[in-house]
């Protein structure tokens, strides 16, 4: 590993074992496009199965959710930042825009909870109806993951600040900045095809 | 704690189970006393728990395997028993469906599988000319990931019950309201924690291929089963993660209620038999694309000549990869979707007749004017063509749609997909073992016991499942435990619990030509002794942990073929050793399997505060390997020196001319 | 590969503002117009997938390094199982007799 160092690289990409790791996590986020594929499958199939209970228009609250858009939008912005800041080799950049994407993600995730609180209190649980199960956890997973990615990132950052940047410590910031770009592709299709789709139809 | 009584804790008032309980506990007791009166702790600690070497974890995956196939070919001398005779009373209807579902599973995930992925293991860094996996650690997970889930869903039959509902696990029968006890929790969680190891898997071994490859090995030159290897961890990394979802909305259906897969409000049953044949269909190539990739292996060194047709070889595995995500819909026709969706299956599940086809001919072509040599290794993938071929047509037969309303849920059915699985699959990874086993233990296993074990096995499978065909056109159905003398279906139920029985003689002859091959064989021999084609023969047997001291360079396909040609990178100097870097061994790969078996378990019994307080390990545990900086070892030249002269000197080696 | 890094990240800017201005657009599309159902989701559709597409080439630089090609191959696989299993599942499910 500490062999065949390509110092003409980025800091991140300069071991193969870096690299390796870098196309690996590529492979894991195809991956994972095929997991939300599945979920966003089962809602496709199941959206309009309200079994009596309430709909899209019924529950939705639209403002909310823009925010929530904005929040996650804006973060995604924020850690091409950082990524950038890193490459600038200005690690107090770096550790500052990492730090606002994860109050932005933060962010949003206070506001998906309340949101998932305020459908509870309306009576729209995951039990209620079909189309409800497969809203609950395709919006879930989802949240989860930028929980994780939350948690992963923080865990990062002690061992950035620990050890500064070195191309192990890069390669880490590389790749959560992979997966929080992903988490917003992902946002940006349940905006339109859960929320928007759900207020048209 | 919830809703288990405790005197259903443990399934009792069977002799069967109870046999097997008590069976299960004395080689617990056994092995725990074995490894104590050996003073073996540390040496299994060091060397297999904790390793990170491909090698010995493709040997772990391969163990278990064996000890899975021997688990379900119980299941399925009994399913054999029981439907000997017309009104047999050996097992409970109850029963019955669980051993068909519990045969299934385990033969399929816990034995096929991990077979295959161990023999990847072994043997794809060293065709490829690397000296371990992309990811080691994670390599170590995948395995630890799967053995969990293993051992959880094999507990299932005598802590909590069986699951019943096939393997297929079809809705609503597999939902709360049909299967309300806890036996179908097993299914969904151990599969589920043996799914991500077999993700991770496919991850790693993609990167493996891509990138570590060595010095002029470029795509076209890769053998043919790193080929396959690398198609099928593709088809891994796009079909597990469906697997995934369908098993945890299963999980949020049966533990938290909702509405997935339910009949009321608003559910579709048919969803999750939809999300399953979308995982399970590329599954079957999962398993029998790495098994065609031994076969060529195997043909071409017994043939003594290069595979013929290798380009058209690698399209077609390619092309077979992109057909198998688009048929599933051919597993259930007689839901009754439309005729446009009925047809498009039809024509897309005929279409993957071509490549399959094309392989076969490049098999035969192979062969064609070849120096072959019978070797057992051999046998297996002489046998493997015209039964996999009556595998093939068979379910050429059953992809029309509209002739499937006849076959489907029939023994025809049953027939036919053991015989693409059992040619396809197992042939090959006995052809495999055979073949690679020199290479894994530095002896052989014994040719005239192998013998045996062929024709046994061979003559068996074919009494077995030839019956069968004739039995489902007659319009006996699966799954069913027990039919009227009226039927007239007894002769052939007969023959075929005869051939189940010789099937098992040749199994059992196997497992004596290990323990024979283990006690007896020769040690030695030379480090190739098939007088092979690819680079995993390059090296010592066993292989040395690092693989090769120097890593060699390909410039042709059939590499050490070439390099025994033309008598070039055989020889070592000692000039040319350098340090070698290694990764170092872990016990969190093990820790993680022994906390996620317990979160499992707790989770099967809904006993849900456990569960989460059990789950903070695996954080625990991820945090723990974020943290863990450990950059390995180097291996100095006087050790690797050393290492070398011993095996290159001796008797016999491959270092001359080859004709 | 980029040496020498840029003092303004232009590329990141542009990204988010056109990222921004392709969310807003959907939303008035989706709300504030009568266009029919199957319009707005087509329209709103391609949206998503181009806001996606910057995320991808803007942001990810999935094109870069020695694996670029092999990232490109990777996601449109991912994308092609992804199609599969959402128009498949759909298709399969909501036609003939499977839908009642």
């Known amino acids: 590993m500490s062999a065949n160092v390509n110092t003409s690289l980025p800091l991140e990409y300069q071991t193969h074992q870096s690299r390796m790791n870098i196309l690996g996590f590529w492979i894991f986020l195809g991956a994972e496009i095929v997991l939300f594929a599945t979920l966003f499958a089962v809602y496709a199939v199941l959206y309009q199965n309200y079994a009596g209970g309430p709909t899209h228009q019924d529950i939705i609250m639209i403002k909310e959710v823009m925010i929530q858009t904005l929040l996650l939008l804006t973060s995604s912005f924020t850690c091409g930042l950082a990524i950038y800041e890193m490459r600038r080799n200005n690690v107090k950049g770096l550790i500052s825009w990492l730090v606002i994407t994860l109050l932005l993600g933060a962010g949003f995730l206070f506001m998906e909870i309340n949101e998932f609180i305020h459908y509870i209190h309306e009576g729209a649980t995951m039990q209620t109806s079909a189309f409800l199960s497969s809203f609950f956890v395709l919006l879930g997973t989802h949240g989860a993951h930028v929980t994780l990615g939350i948690g992963w990132a923080i865990i990062v950052i002690i061992q950035l600040i620990k050890r500064g940047l070195t191309p192990v410590t890069a390669r880490k910031i590389f790749i959560i900045g992979l997966y929080w770009h992903f988490l917003d592709v992902v946002w940006i299709f349940i905006f339109t095809f859960v929320y928007l789709k759900g207020m048209v139809g | ?659 | ?100």
């Open chain 3, 1 to 100: 590969m980029e040496k020498e890094v840029k003092r303004f990240p232009v590329s990141h800017v542009i990204g988010f503002l056109a990222s921004l201005a392709l969310t807003f657009i959907a939303a008035v599309i989706a709300l504030k117009t009568s266009l029919s159902f199957k319009a707005i989701m087509w329209i709103i559709g391609s949206l998503a997938v181009i806001q996606a597409g910057l995320q991808l080439f803007m942001f990810m630089h999935m094109t870069e390094g020695e694996d670029g090609k092999t990232n490109i191959i990777n996601i449109a696989y991912g994308v092609f199982v992804a199609v599969v299993v959402v128009v498949g599942s759909v298709w399969v499910l909501t036609s003939g007799h499977a839908a009642h």
């Open chain 2, 1 to 659: 704690m919830g809703n288990i009584k405790w005197d259903e804790f443990f399934i009792t008032g069977d002799p069967l189970i109870l046999g097997a309980q008590v069976s299960i506990a004395l080689t617990m007791l056994g092995v725990l006393f074995g490894l104590t009166y050996l003073k073996k702790w540390k040496w299994i600690w060091r060397e297999w728990i904790t390793t990170v070497d491909h090698k010995r974890i493709g040997i772990m995956y391969i163990i278990a395997a064996i000890l899975m196939f021997f688990r379900g070919g119980i299941d399925g001398l009994l399913m054999k028993a029981q439907t000997s005779r017309p009104e047999m009373g050996l097992l409970s209807s109850q029963h019955y469906n669980e051993i068909f579902t519990t045969h299934g599973v385990i033969m399929i995930l816990f034995m096929a599988m991990p077979f295959l992925i161990g023999l990847m293991n072994v043997v794809i860094p060293l065709q490829i000319g690397a000296r371990d996996v992309a990811f080691p650690q994670l390599n170590a997970l995948s395995f630890w990931l799967f053995f969990s889930g293993a051992m959880l869903f094999n507990i299932s039959f005598v802590i909590g019950g069986s699951p019943d509902a096939g393997w297929t696990s079809y809705f609503p029968l597999a939902g709360k309201e049909f299967s309300p006890s806890i036996a179908n929790n097993y299914y969904a969680i151990a599969l589920q924690i043996a799914g991500i190891g077999t993700l991770m898997t496919g991850i790693n071994f993609i990167v493996t291929i891509l990138k570590m490859r060595t010095k002029g090995m470029t795509l076209m030159r890769m053998p043919m089963f790193t080929w396959t290897a690398l198609v099928t961890s593709g088809i891994i990394v796009a079909a597990f993660p469906i697997f995934t979802v369908a098993l945890a909305l299963m999980k949020f259906d049966r533990l938290f209620g909702t509405h997935f897969f339910t009949v009321s409000s608003g559910g579709s049953d048919m969803l999750w038999a939809n999300l399953f044949w979308l995982w399970g269909h590329p599954e079957v190539y999962i398993v029998a694309l790495p098994a065609f990739g031994i076969f060529s292996e195997v043909i071409a060194t017994f043939s003594r000549k290069q595979l013929f047709g290798y380009k058209s070889m690698v399209y077609a595995t390619v092309g077979i990869a992109l057909l198998s995500m688009v048929v599933w819909v051919h597993h259930f026709y007689t839901m009754g979707s439309g005729p446009g969706v009925n047809s498009f299956f039809s024509l897309t599940t005929m279409l993957i007749a071509v490549p399959t086809g094309i392989k076969i001919f490049n098999w035969l072509f192979t062969m064609r004017k070849g120096r072959i040599k019978l070797s057992s290794a051999m046998l297996w993938a002489l046998a493997f063509i015209p039964t996999f071929t009556i595998g093939g047509v068979t379910g050429v037969m059953l992809a029309m749609g509209a002739a499937d309303f006849q076959y489907h849920n029939t023994l025809f059915l049953v027939a036919h997909f053991h015989y693409v699985l059992i040619p396809g699959v197992v042939f090959a990874v006995f052809a495999g073992l055979y073949y690679w086993w020199p290479k894994m233990f530095g002896h052989m296993l014994n040719e005239r016991l192998g013998k045996w074990h062929f024709w046994l096995f061979n003559i068996g499978f074919n009494v077995t499942f030839m019956p069968m065909f004739f039995l489902g056109l007659n319009g006996a159905v699966r799954r069913s435990y027990t039919y009227s003398a009226e039927s007239g279906f007894a002769p052939l139920f007969l023959l075929s619990a005869i051939g189940s029985v010789i099937l098992a003689a040749g199994f059992a002859v196997f497992c004596y030509n290990i323990y024979w091959s283990i006690r007896y064989a020769d040690r030695n021999i030379s480090s190739d002794p098939w007088d092979a084609r690819t680079l995993e023969w390059a090296t010592a047997s066993p292989v040395q942990h690092y693989n090769f001291a120097k890593l060699p360079e390909v410039k042709s396909f059939d590499a050490f073929w070439q390099m025994k040609k033309n008598n070039e990178g055989l020889t070592l100097k000692d000039s040319e050793i350098e340090e070698i870097h290694m990764p170092s061994n872990s016990g969190q790969p093990f820790m993680m399997c022994v906390i996620f078996g317990v979160v499992g378990f707790f989770l099967v019994f809904e006993w849900f505060i456990p569960a989460a307080i059990a789950s903070v390990g695996i954080i625990v545990g991820l945090i723990y390997r974020s943290f863990d900086y450990n950059d390995g070892y180097h291996i100095p030249v006087e050790e690797i020196s050393k290492t070398e002269s011993t095996w290159r000197n001796e008797k016999g080696e491959v270092h001359k001319h080859v004709g």
